[in-house]
């Protein structure tokens, strides 16, 4: 009786790590109370377009990684790729914040024990005179997998005379380039990818804390 007693107790540890490394791994958009707001300093950041989100995450986590794409000849050519960090909190709290993402972004990720602040800035700011954007972010929850790149936030920048078209679904990032076929003068798209993967090629300045 006490070896069965033994091999269901360790036939339970098993399930159990087995659950645990088999644990959701979702990246969630959230909003802030008007409180939360006020006391982050939410409202005195001075970007137009701000959005959180909270993820979690196994204990593979090694790296995170951000791009930012324009929709360039039907195909997404990639603008800046921000440089990988090393990362392997299992929960965390994003908050992205731009104006125009060929200008720039800001990407702070807060983990369990580790804060990043990570961003870029374009020498040439994109003439913004008589043009009209639209931005959408991811609005529901999405399951992480590794090494596949999750599209944030979609920007479309148009001339006034072409109408300001908004692309309601995030996914668009997916879609076949022949999809893609209303008027347009840019169109860009953030992304958020995790790796299981370390980098070995980071700069200390990166990290805060």
């Not at 091999?7 to 098993?14: A, G, K, R």
């Not at 995450?57 to 791009?67: C, G």
């Not at 022949?178 to 798209?189: C, L, M, N």
Request: aromatic fraction near 12%.
């Amino acid at each position: 009786m006490k070896k069965i007693g033994k091999w269901l107790c360790l036939m339970l540890l098993v399930f159990s790590m087995a659950a645990c490394q088999n644990a959701s791994m979702q990246i969630i958009p959230i909003e802030l109370s008007q409180e939360e707001q006020e006391q982050s300093g939410w409202r005195d950041d001075p970007y137009q377009e701000k959005k959180l989100f909270d993820f979690s995450l196994n204990r593979k986590v090694q790296s995170v990684e951000v791009n930012i794409y324009e929709f360039i000849e039907n195909e997404w050519q990639r603008l800046y790729s921000l440089q990988p960090i090393n990362f392997s909190d299992q929960s965390g709290r994003m908050k992205l914040k731009f104006d125009c993402l060929a200008d720039g972004a800001g990407i702070e990720i807060q983990g369990e024990s580790s804060h990043w602040a990570i961003s870029y800035s374009s020498d040439e700011k994109l003439n913004m005179r008589n043009k009209m954007d639209s931005v959408s972010f991811l609005t529901e929850e999405k399951d992480i997998v590794y090494e596949q790149e999750i599209p944030l936030a979609i920007q479309v920048i148009n001339s006034s005379d072409l109408g300001n078209y908004f692309i309601q679904n995030i996914e668009a990032f997916y879609m076949e380039p022949s999809d893609i076929d209303f008027e347009y003068d840019h169109i860009y798209v953030i992304t958020l990818m995790f790796s299981q993967e370390p980098t070995q090629e980071f700069s200390e300045e990166q990290k805060n804390s």
